[in-house]
Nanobody, 124 residues
Framework: QVQLVESGGGLVQAGGSLRLSCAAS????????MGWFRQAPGKEREFVAA????????YYADSVKGRSTISRDNAKNTVYLQMNSLKPEDTAVYYC?????????????????WGQGTQVTVSS
């Protein structure tokens, strides 16, 4: 079992930046591939970024590629999502997810644990 708690969301103007954090507790954090997803009102939850258990491999959705960076600190049991050049269409609740002993993935159904989410609102 692992518990995930996101933080760092907020209200930011278009063009601004935010860094989201996801703190994990429970079993060995390095056993989990981690992902970030987001869900805007009236839309399905969609993939944003993922990172391997070691942090050596990352993957991004086309919508955020070049503007966002996922990273992790296994000593701190934390995964981050740095988002730059934010756009109003980035407005959503952002969730982190953990996949036990798996590889990083874009499909939400393969993740075992989810956080409660943090709201990101980008004003135009």
């Amino acid at each position: 079992q692992v518990q995930l708690v996101e933080s760092g969301g907020g209200l930011v103007q278009a063009g601004g930046s935010l860094r989201l954090s996801c703190a994990a507790s429970g079993r060995t954090f390095s056993s989990y591939a981690m992902g970030w997803f987001r869900q805007a009102p009236g839309k399905e939850r969609e993939f944003v970024a993922a990172i391997s258990r070691s942090g050596g491999s990352t993957y991004y959705a086309d919508s955020v590629k070049g503007r966002s960076t996922i990273s992790r600190d296994n000593a701190k049991n934390t995964v981050y999502l740095q988002m730059n050049s934010l756009k109003p269409e980035d407005t959503a609740v952002y969730y982190c997810a953990a996949r036990f002993l798996g590889v990083e993935a874009v499909t939400r159904g393969v993740y075992d644990y989810w956080g409660q989410g943090t709201q990101v609102t980008v004003s135009s």
